[in-house]
């Protein structure tokens, strides 16, 4: 089982950057896919960001595309999630999610395709 822990969020003004830390566990080098998720108050979940098994290839929401940067060190089996110019609708739980796989270019958007999450950090953008 793999445990995720995230980190970094906090209260940041609009205009602002955060980088947001899952450590895992466990090596997740060989065997994880790994993404970002958020959840405003009242909404659904939703994919923020992904990246394949060894880094090489990134999804994004369109959302945040060009102010979020996703990546990962597998050395150091942590994921982070740099978050630039940063907006009040960015305000939600970020967490961080693991997808097992054996495709080293794979990344996936879908939440049934993640087995294992972190508890979610806090972000808050004030106006």
């Known amino acids: 089982q793999v445990q995720l822990v995230e980190s970094g969020g906090g209260l940041v003004q609009a205009g602002g950057s955060l980088r947001l830390s899952c450590a895992t566990s466990?090596?997740?080098?060989?065997?994880?896919?790994m993404g970002w998720f958020r959840q405003a108050p009242g909404k659904e979940r939703d994919i923020v960001a992904a990246?394949?098994?060894?880094?090489?290839?990134?999804y994004y929401a369109d959302s945040v595309e060009g102010r979020f940067s996703i990546s990962r060190d597998n050395a150091n089996n942590t994921v982070y999630l740099q978050m630039n110019s940063l907006k009040p609708e960015d305000t939600a739980v970020y967490y961080c999610?693991?997808?097992?796989?054996?495709?080293?270019?794979?990344?996936?958007?879908?939440?049934?395709?993640?087995?294992?999450w972190g508890q979610g950090t806090q972000v808050t953008v004030s106006s």
């Open positions: 990246i394949s098994l060894t880094g090489g290839n990134t």
């Open positions: 466990r090596r997740t080098t060989s065997s994880y896919a």
């Open positions: 999610a693991a997808a097992r796989t054996t495709y080293s270019g794979s990344y996936y958007y879908r939440q049934g395709d993640y087995l294992y």
